[in-house]
């Protein structure tokens, strides 16, 4: 993915790879090509500015880390697997091939270290790629390539007073023979004079409590960049300790660092899939934030009705809105409002549940400790302003339960009227609560949110809720026993029990199904009453062997595969098996802007909605009715520059234009006609498309080209044979009258014929005056 530095726009995506990617690197030889390597066995050589794919060099084993040198011509370092080793890791040479083809196989291999390690952060090349240095446990490794000369340095593996020598990370100075290393205990290493195995020093920097996860030199060398668990970035001047700067408060772990070429900007990879871009002068620029990786989605995917974004954790205590459209964050909203600690085993409050009204404009969060036996919970109601653009929060309440709080939703009815709005929350202290609105006595006439009724059910822990689609019931599940509360009145009406196994989820059905209430149980069975009825329907057993693997019902999700069901039907209208290899902890369906027109009648039910799910991995998928080809352009093939272009206020005005056009002469009964040239050719698109400096020869080019401009005999339109009717008309007349007759009655006969029209014969006369009608010239009709 390339983005923009100044604007954090998504300039252009890159597929290729089978693959995860493991490595980026710039050509050191061609600063607009960039070489990538992945676990396909592949490297491949890119244009990045163009998003084109130059060449692709098999190597075939994995490759686990990439580096390049530019004293290395035509040469690349990878990190593969040792064979018939287990967790063993070497560094080798790859050779790339010169060649005209695109794909091309690098099989020379030319081992340069072994027992190294995995990561990427494990090996540095030294000044001008004079050595190369690999750290792995307690061990540092460094090798002289023109001496061919290896040196090993060892640290004591005793933890004495809280220190931990085991090397994290390791980098070198660009312009001098210094290592600079980095710690599990928070220390950093500045090592030198290692030519000699026994006369080498090293001095000590210490500032991270915990392990220095990333270090970078400056172009100059004279400043060091350290990060780590703190989510400070520690800039160190003349590696001395009592010169060193800071940048704090960047959100989460800093995993990775990178400085620009020019030294004007460095950049800081975050844990939670964060890019921080830094100036030189050790200020924050901006920051490219994708979907945040939380500790624990423990708030489950909803989705904000007001600008349809996907809501979930993002940074601790914190509730993100992550636009699926532009795959960038929104917003970050501070629920918690506490600072929070990076220490391992410190209880701290964290946001467990959140729920939206019906428009949007009210926000329910629950945030408790993490304390399981009396934990410390808080229930806080916001509201959205409009001059603000934001939520305010509105009502904070103190042990709204007295045990963990299992789930609440709104009342889905209209907001207009105050009274028409209530909160409901779920407890395991075995009640339900309606929160509703109240106006303050202040002169101002706020409202707050006060309880106005508690409901119960037999001592059981209450553990879902959820209202009809005109909120005229509430169902509460109990356990193994779901009941049914009139909205109004808060009247017990009914209640349903299905054994074995707890309800698990809990929903009404919408539309034609809204007579229909399902829920789920953890032994995977799902189930639909009706409600007029008060007889159960639908009793399934969906998980079948593999009871185990069942997650969470949203809607039509069980664990690894994706059942799709009516609620009136017991037969699913759509299954899905072998989703993903990732178990799938949450789902959402998500609204659509616009019906999505499905060319197959096979997926009805994702025209007006998507489905997204996230895995344990915290990766978001979805299922969609196009097929890869149509998803992703090849980037290799052409550069489809226009699509990523903004829509102008001409282009929106022509378009109509045109639309309007072609609808009138549709109902003036023209037939509409395309033209092969205005077609999509790939012939075409190829040679527009394309940048020069990667395009073949003209000579090549040239027959494609003019073939694509040829238009075929057998797809004439009504104005092309009409023309060519004129045409032998117009030369036939300059011979004779009798020969242009003759001419115009088979010209007119054949290809009326092949119109598909029946026509009758012409006399002469009236062939004559027919001739003088088309030359006539009627171009000031169009002024009326």
Known sequence: ??????????????SGHADLVTGIQLNPHNHMQLYSSSLDGTIKLWDFMD?????????????????TLATAEDSVFVVIPKKGERDTFQLVSVKLTKGAGQDLESKELSVVLGGVGASMKHIAFGREGAYVVSVKGVNLQVYFFKRKLLNRFSLSTLKTKGGDNRFSCVVCHPTEDCIATGHADGKIRLWRNFHHKKEYTYSTLHWHHDIVMDLAFSMEGTRLLSGGVESVLVQWHNESSCQKDFLPR????IEYISMASDGALCCTLHTDNRITIINSNLRFSRSIQGLIKSRDVKTGLVVDPRTKALVLNGEPGHLQFYSLQSDQQLFSLDIVQRQYIHEAGLKQSDLVKVAFSARGTWLATVEESEEVTDPELQLKLWFYHEEAQSFQLNTRINTPHDNHITDMCFRDMDELGDDSLILVTTGRDCVFKVWVMVEDTDPEGNVSWTCDFVGSYHNYQATNCCFSEDGSL????????VTVWDSLTWDLKCTFCHPPGNIRKICFGRLTCSKYLIGATDYGFLCCWNLLTCACKISLNVSGQEH?????????????????FKPNEPRPIYIQRNLCKEKILLAAFVPRDEPEMTSSEKYPWLRKSQLFFLTDTQELMTLSTKSLEERLTPSSKQLAVEESLPVTPFSVLLGKHRQQQAQEDTDLGKPVVHNKQEQASPAVKELLHTPAHVLPSASFLCTIFINSLLISKENKSVEEVADEVEMESEKAEDDSDEEDVTAMEQEDTSHMELLGEMTCKLSKSQEKELRKIRKMDYSWISAF
């Open 474 to 481: 509430l169902a509460v599940s109990f356990e193994e026993t």
């Open 548 to 564: 185990r693997n069942f997650l969470i019902l949203k809607k039509d999700i069980l664990g690894f595969a994706v059942f799709v």
């Open 250 to 253: 960047l959100g989460s772990p």
């Open 1 to 14: 993915t390339v983005y923009s530095v100044n604007t954090e726009e998504t300039l252009r995506l890159m």
């Open 51 to 67: 998003g084109i794919l130059i060449k692709t060099f098999t190597v075939g084993s994995k490759l686990l880390a990439l580096y």
